[in-house]
């Protein structure tokens, strides 16, 4: 009686490791098809080196200040009488300061990612 007991159990046993097992196999094999899908997701991903995002912002605010410079130069070569007369002179005069500005941005986007 305890012998035929014990092996009913025994195969019963067997059975439900073997069950764990196939969910066990089955969960490890959606774990390891979610980490592929992600791990490719990722590999799209643009991640900015350090390096490139210091010069990124570098190279902007270098154009801020050679902007600065052709304003401050500007201010200090044309006399305030000769400013009123330049009417659209002015804005052609300045628009180095504009373009400066825009390519720092440009760069500054472009090299850091943001």
């Known amino acids: 009686m305890f012998g035929a007991r014990g092996a009913s159990m025994t195969?019963?046993?067997d059975n439900l490791e073997e069950v764990f097992q196939d969910d066990l196999e089955k969960v490890?094999?959606?774990?390891?098809?979610?980490r592929r899908e992600l791990a490719a997701e990722i590999g799209n991903v643009r991640i900015p080196k350090q390096g490139?995002?210091?010069?990124?912002?570098?190279?902007?605010?270098?154009?801020?200040?050679l902007a600065a410079v052709?304003?401050?130069?500007?201010?200090?070569?044309?006399s305030t009488d000769d400013w009123s007369e330049m009417g659209l002179g002015i804005?052609?005069?300045?628009?180095?300061?504009l373009v400066l500005y825009a390519l720092g941005r440009a760069l500054r986007d472009a090299i850091s990612y943001e």
Do not use: E
């Open 28 to 34: 490890l094999r959606q774990n390891l098809k979610l």
């Open 70 to 78: 052709w304003l401050l130069m500007s201010l200090q070569l044309v």
């Open 11 to 13: 195969s019963n046993s």
């Open 52 to 65: 490139m995002h210091r010069l990124g912002w570098t190279l902007y605010w270098i154009c801020l200040t």
């Open 91 to 97: 804005v052609i005069w300045f628009s180095p300061v």
